[in-house]
Structures are given as structure tokens and as C-alpha cells.
């Protein structure tokens, strides 16, 4: 399973997803780990309805951060902004499926989480 995780995170890393800039998106959110430097910037488009329709990312930071942005961003076109927002980091890591992660990787791997939402981390 370890092999399998290091496998996501790396194709994510080396591959990116829709990394990039959005023309005009709807919403622009930011986010930083400060205890290790991350940062990054999520745009999202949506329709009426609140539904995102396109999504970008762009950011630096260590291999997980960055792969997780990527993988979370590829998944979020189709969901409504507002349940994404209320999403619990417990459920947000367990569909990452990121294994054991100690707890300054696990705050990598939830800033793409925590950016949309507009948490602190």
C-alpha cells in the first residue's frame, strides 16, 4: 500500500493536473503552511448554481503539498463549492488515501483542503 502511495504522489508531482491560472474564475483562494513554506493559489469557476465547472492551482512546496493539490483540484470539477468547503479533513485524507502520514505531512497534504475552505493552518 506505501508503494502504491508513493506511486499517486508521485505521477501527481511529476504530472500536475490542472496547474495553472483560470481566465476570470469565479473564486480565488490562497493558502500557506507556514511551518514549512507551502503555498499555494486555488481558482474555481462556477455556474449559478454553485457547481464548479473548471479549476486551476498553482503553488510551491515539498512533493506532498504540491501532489495533493494536483489530485485534489483534478477531482473537484462537477461538486458543488459549498459542500467541497464543508468537506472534514478526516474524509478529505482518507479519499487522498495518503497512508501514514506523520503530522507535518499530514498538514501538507490537507492544504489544498484548508486553502478552499479558507482555514488557517
Not at 12 to 19: A, D, G, I, M, S
Not at 55 to 71: F, I, N, P, Y
Request: charged share 20%; aromatic share 6%; net charge positive.
Amino acid at each position: 500500500m506505501a508503494e502504491l502511495y508513493r506511486q499517486i504522489i508521485m505521477d501527481h508531482y511529476h504530472q500536475p493536473r490542472r496547474q495553472g491560472k483560470l481566465k476570470k474564475p469565479s473564486q480565488t483562494f490562497h493558502g500557506a503552511n507556514p511551518l514549512c513554506g507551502d503555498t499555494l493559489v486555488i481558482e474555481v469557476k462556477t455556474d449559478r448554481a454553485g457547481v464548479i465547472t473548471d479549476v486551476a492551482w498553482r503553488g510551491e512546496g515539498c512533493v506532498v503539498s504540491q501532489a495533493a493539490a494536483s489530485w485534489w483540484c483534478d477531482s473537484l470539477v462537477g461538486k458543488k463549492l459549498t459542500a467541497v468547503q464543508k468537506l472534514n479533513p478526516t474524509v478529505y485524507l482518507k479519499r487522498l488515501n495518503a497512508g501514514p502520514l506523520s503530522a507535518g505531512r499530514i498538514r501538507c497534504a490537507v492544504l489544498p483542503l484548508a486553502t478552499i475552505k479558507g482555514d488557517a493552518l
